[in-house]
T-cell receptor, first 105, second 118 residues
Framework: GIQVEQSPPDLILQEGANSTLRCNFSDSVNNLQWFHQNPWGQLINLFY???GTKQNGRLSATTVATERYSLLYISSSQTTDSGVYFC???????FGSGTRLLVRP | DTEVTQTPKHLVMGMTNKKSLKCEQH?????MYWYKQKAKKPPELMFVYSYEKLSINESVPSRFSPECPNSSLLNLHLHALQPEDSALYLCASSQHANLGDRGVYGYTFGSGTRLTVV
C-alpha cells in the first residue's frame, strides 16, 4: 500500500515565525489533503491539493505530484495554529504520522 | 460548529454493554466514513459507505458493525468491546467517492466521540 511520511515530527515555533511542513508519498495519487487537528480532536480540512499551489490566508500548500511530495507553509504563526498537521492521500485517506506544532507566545 | 454531527461526544461503557455512535450530515455527500484514532496516532479507516456500498477495513473486529439507514446517517454499533478499543472515533463525509481511487475531495470530519471502555 501507499506509504505517507511527514516531517518534521515535532516543531516548536515562536509566534510570528514561518514554517514548512513536508509530506512524501510512495505512489502516485489523485487525492491529497492537508488537515489540522486542534487540541480538542477536531480535524479541519485545510486544502484539497492533488497538484499545484493553493493559498488561504497565512497558509499555502504546494503539491508536486510527479515528485510525490507536498509542502504546507505557515506564515506569521499564531498560538491558535498549534496542534497536529496531517497529510492524507487516497479516497480512503491514508494518513501520515503528522507534525505536532506548538506555537509559543 | 461542524457540518458533520456526532453523538455522543463522550461515552464510557463496560465490556458487556451494547452502545451505538451516531453520525449525521446534511451536505448531500454520498460517502461517509468511520475512523478510529488512538492517542498520538493518525486516524485509521474502519468503514466506508459510498453510494450505498460498504467497504470494510478487514482488520476491524466484528464487535464493531456499521449501519447506514440513509445517505445522511451513519451509525456504529458497539458490542462486547475491549479496553484497547478506547479511542476517539471520527465520522467523516465527502462530496464524491467511488470504490476506485479517483475523484475524491472535500472531506468534512465530525468532532468525534471519545470512547472509554472499562
Amino acid at each position: 500500500g501507499i506509504q505517507v511520511e511527514q516531517s518534521p515530527p515535532d516543531l516548536i515555533l515562536q509566534e510570528g515565525a514561518n514554517s514548512t511542513l513536508r509530506c512524501n508519498f510512495s505512489d502516485s495519487v489523485n487525492n491529497l489533503q492537508w488537515f489540522h487537528q486542534n487540541p480538542w480532536g477536531q480535524l479541519i480540512n485545510l486544502f484539497y491539493i492533488p497538484s499545484g499551489t493553493k493559498q488561504n490566508g497565512r497558509l499555502s500548500a504546494t503539491t508536486v505530484a510527479t515528485e510525490r511530495y507536498s509542502l504546507l507553509y505557515i506564515s506569521s504563526s499564531q498560538t491558535t495554529d498549534s496542534g497536529v498537521y496531517f497529510c492524507a492521500v487516497g479516497y480512503k485517506l491514508i494518513f501520515g504520522s503528522g507534525t505536532r506544532l506548538l506555537v509559543r507566545p | 460548529d461542524t457540518e458533520v454531527t456526532q453523538t455522543p461526544k463522550h461515552l464510557v461503557m463496560g465490556m458487556t454493554n451494547k452502545k451505538s455512535l451516531k453520525c449525521e450530515q446534511h451536505m448531500g455527500h454520498r460517502a461517509m466514513y468511520w475512523y478510529k484514532q488512538k492517542a498520538k496516532k493518525p486516524p485509521e479507516l474502519m468503514f466506508v459507505y459510498s453510494y450505498e456500498k460498504l467497504s470494510i477495513n478487514e482488520s476491524v473486529p466484528s464487535r464493531f458493525s456499521p449501519e447506514c439507514p440513509n445517505s445522511s446517517l451513519l451509525n456504529l454499533h458497539l458490542h462486547a468491546l475491549q479496553p484497547e478499543d478506547s479511542a476517539l472515533y471520527l465520522c467523516a463525509s465527502s462530496q464524491h467517492a467511488n470504490l476506485g481511487d479517483r475523484g475524491v475531495y472535500g472531506y468534512t470530519f465530525g468532532s468525534g466521540t471519545r470512547l472509554t471502555v472499562v
